[in-house]
């Protein structure tokens, strides 16, 4: 069973920067589009914050597009987010998937990024 294993967050201040990963174990994550979602405080639905396909096509959130950008390293089965720019409104809990409509794989822990202002 594939897992996923999200990591990179972190506390950082308004208008800083961190990169995510996500690692999937196994050997058909080359075949999957795959997406970054967060869940913030207090809200029970995780929202899509952008997504990439096997041939690194990406669609973003209008919140984040500019600021973010996902990308995929098939090689090393991990999927990454470049968070720039970042504002205590991208505080919330990081975690990467399949996309929406597709089966999704087990969630993992997630990551914390927390941004203060």
């Known amino acids: 069973q594939v897992q996923l294993v999200e990591s990179g967050g972190g506390l950082v201040q308004a208008g800083g920067s961190l990169r995510l990963s996500c690692t999937a174990s196994?050997?058909?994550?080359?075949?999957?589009?795959m997406a970054w979602y967060r869940q913030a405080p207090g809200k029970q639905q995780r929202e899509l914050v952008a997504r990439i396909t096997t041939g690194r096509n990406t669609i973003y959130a209008d919140s984040v597009k500019g600021r973010f950008t996902i990308s995929r390293d098939n090689a090393k089965n991990t999927v990454y987010l470049q968070m720039n720019s970042l504002k205590p409104d991208d505080t919330a809990v990081y975690y990467c998937?399949?996309?929406?409509?597709?089966?999704?794989?087990?969630w993992g822990q997630g990551t914390q990024v927390t941004v203060s202002s």
């Open positions: 196994g050997n058909i994550f080359r075949f999957y589009t």
């Open positions: 998937n399949r996309a929406p409509g597709d089966v999704l794989l087990p």
